[in-house]
């Protein structure tokens, strides 16, 4: 990209759309703690509200510095240490966490490609965007298939862990393989009551329609002219598009997917590029400070959160 016209449009950007943006979608984030919190109301009471916000920032803080997602292993180690929760708990939550973000992305993305009246092959990244959605739609079903069978009929699931585990692991390992397993189930609970799951449904729909709430001011900030269902669309290809492991904060793959989504709008790469460092930049810095700030607040030390993965092996 030529840095010049890069800093021009940067420079020209209206402060006002920008920052209501950065306030949508930092608000996203506490009610993804309410979520949370149904989540893990399997443990008993429902946990207190204060505790589960450090942890949530501090674990997108966390995906914000750290390579290869770490921030979700740091967000359930963060949540043992404030709560007292189970380690494999708080992880089975946060994984089921991903599945109905998955299932609801791919509910908005049907949505987006309706309301944009895009043809069945228009593609993106050489994937067309009824492929994007069929197959994500097939690949979460399953895993929330699996996570159902798990809930409502654990006996067969968990004879069969207990066999494997004692004939392949020496004793005192197997039976913290099966105490880990047993705390995971705990994590899915919340799947086996309907009003529970609906009610988390609710709050995930909130969750990313407040993001790409954020992401329509943002185009407003930079004078991109698109429809609404724009916002919808590039929300759910860049949650797709990041979903993998990769770079601290997602730097590059979120560059990367709006320049090509937004393409499809007749958006020069230029502009596109520029509006996603500036958006991507603008959101990035309140969550990492408010991650910093908390974990300050919970006696942790960023240091702590590289050793999140044992947390698993030190659970039983």
Not at 104 to 112: D, F, R, S
Request: proline fraction near 5%; aromatic fraction near 12%.
């Amino acid at each position: 990209m030529d840095l010049g016209e890069l800093w021009a449009r940067l420079r020209g950007v209206h402060v006002l759309p920008l920052l209501a943006a950065v306030v949508v979608v930092t608000l996203s984030f506490p009610v993804r703690t309410i979520r949370w919190r149904y989540l893990l109301r399997s443990e008993g009471s429902a946990l207190p509200f204060a505790p589960l916000w450090h942890a949530t920032a501090i674990g997108f803080m966390a995906n914000n510095l750290l390579p290869a997602r770490a921030g979700e292993l740091a967000r359930a180690y963060a949540a043992r240490k404030l709560t007292g929760v189970r380690f494999s708990t708080a992880f089975a939550s946060i994984a089921v966490e991903r599945v109905l973000d998955g299932i609801t992305l791919v509910a908005l993305l049907t949505v987006a490609i309706w309301a944009g009246g895009f043809a069945p092959g228009t593609a993106v990244g050489g994937l067309t965007l009824v492929g994007v959605a069929r197959g994500a739609g097939i690949f979460f079903s399953v895993l929330l298939a699996v996570a159902l069978f798990l809930v409502h009929w654990p006996g067969p699931a968990m004879r069969m862990a207990r066999r494997t585990s004692h004939a392949v692991l020496p004793q005192r390992w197997a039976a913290r393989a099966m105490d880990f397993l047993e705390g995971m189930l705990w994590g899915l609970d919340a799947l086996r009551r309907p009003t529970s799951f609906l009610v988390v449904m609710f709050w995930s729909f909130a969750v990313w329609l407040m993001s790409s709430a954020s992401l329509w001011l943002a185009f407003l900030a930079f004078d991109i002219e698109v429809p609404w269902s724009a916002a919808l669309l590039l929300q759910c290809l860049i949650s797709f598009g990041v979903a993998l492991p990769s770079s601290p904060g997602f730097f590059g793959p979120f560059e990367a997917v709006t320049r090509v989504t937004l393409a499809l709008y007749g958006i020069e790469a230029g502009r596109a590029v520029s509006y996603a460092l500036g958006y991507h930049f603008s959101t990035f810095v309140p969550i990492t400070v408010l991650g910093i700030w908390s974990l300050s607040r919970a006696h942790l030390h960023l240091a702590d959160l590289r050793a999140a993965e044992a947390e698993d092996n030190a659970d039983a």
